[in-house]
């Protein structure tokens, strides 16, 4: 009886170790020391060169190896249309639909540095932050470069990693004219409730004072520093790597243009969960009020990593973001 309890006892306290354990990695930001950040850095590299192209290609679906083939996966490259591309069958086709008609007649996508990747891992998904360089040619001869930064959702499933989510952007100067255009209608969406009714309240949390302290306002619906990453439609281009630098943005940055920040989500935020962990995707409407009293409004995307808290969610990553265009 006695040996039966110390058994009972320690498969308890082993139940208990492991219960503990699989807290603490529930996510895990990794580093170059870990084989995952070093395959994750490797696809991403050869991801963006499969991406470029000249005038003189045939092919423009090179990067279809590096994409999940479900048909439900949403994908934003940093220009319109605001809804995207819906599985990779449609996204294949954004360089001959969007880019080049656009003007770009060629463009070189590079990866920015090793120092700009940031990798987080929960089991079999793994979210990144990256920035990267496009530089197109135009039908006119001239070129440019535009610095863009990317989040992404890698998964793993069989075999190797697999993107099933991104979100491309550059940060946008709130006035003038921004891009403005509703999203089409799609009875492929499939809204989710649950992450519908969050995204509503924190969008209230912004409207409800200043943008100069909505971070107070925002903060329990976030996680802790050490897994937490936004990228905002404004400066700085690598985004807020902490809580802290969020707050001085909003303080010393955005609130020197625009009093307040009114975001209006629209009914097409979809959701996958993969346990403990989840990853969000939807259009909203933004009104910014100026310091000198104008409203300047524009459509845009917001992409979300969520982590389970207790019987809630928190947002451990985000990417809000204004197309280019007008």
């Not at 949403?74 to 319109?80: I, L």
């Not at 075999?159 to 492929?188: C, M, N, Y």
């Amino acid at each position: 009886m006695i040996l039966r309890a110390v058994a009972y006892a320690g498969c308890l306290a082993l139940a208990a170790l492991l219960l503990v354990t699989a807290h603490a990695e529930q996510i895990r930001k990794l580093d170059l020391t870990d084989d995952i950040h070093a395959r994750i850095l490797a696809l991403t590299k050869s991801y963006y060169q499969a991406w470029s192209y000249t005038q003189d290609s045939t092919a423009f679906d090179r990067a279809g190896r590096f994409y999940s083939k479900n048909q439900d996966n949403v994908y934003w490259d940093p220009m319109p249309p605001l809804e995207g591309f819906r599985g990779w069958d449609e996204y294949q086709h954004v360089v001959e639909t969007v880019w080049i008609p656009g003007g770009m007649v060629a463009a070189g996508i590079l990866f920015a540095s090793d120092g700009s990747f940031q990798a987080w891992r929960h089991a079999n998904v793994v979210w990144t932050a990256s920035n990267c360089l496009v530089h197109p040619q135009m039908q006119d001869g001239s070129t440019s470069t535009i610095p863009c930064r990317g989040s992404q959702v890698w998964e793993r499933s069989t075999g190797d990693w697999l993107v099933v989510h991104e979100i491309f952007s550059a940060p946008v100067h709130i006035a003038g004219t921004l891009f403005r255009s509703p999203r089409k209608a799609d009875e492929r969406v499939r809204p989710d409730a649950e992450f519908t009714r969050l995204g509503r309240e924190i969008a209230a949390r912004w409207g409800d004072g200043q943008a100069a302290d909505a971070a107070s306002r925002l903060r329990p619906y976030y996680g802790p520093d050490d897994t937490l990453h936004l990228y905002m439609p404004w400066a700085p281009h690598d985004g807020y790597p902490d809580w802290a630098s969020f707050v001085a943005g909003l303080r010393d940055y955005v609130a020197l243009g625009v009093e307040r920040v009114q975001i209006s989500p629209n009914d097409d935020v979809e959701a996958t969960r993969r346990g403990d962990i989840a990853w969000s995707h939807g259009t909203v409407h933004f009104e910014f009020t100026t310091t000198g009293g104008d409203v300047v409004a524009a459509d845009g995307r917001q992409s979300r990593v969520w982590r389970r808290q207790n019987d809630g969610w928190l947002i451990v990553h985000e990417h809000l973001a204004i197309p280019l265009g007008h």
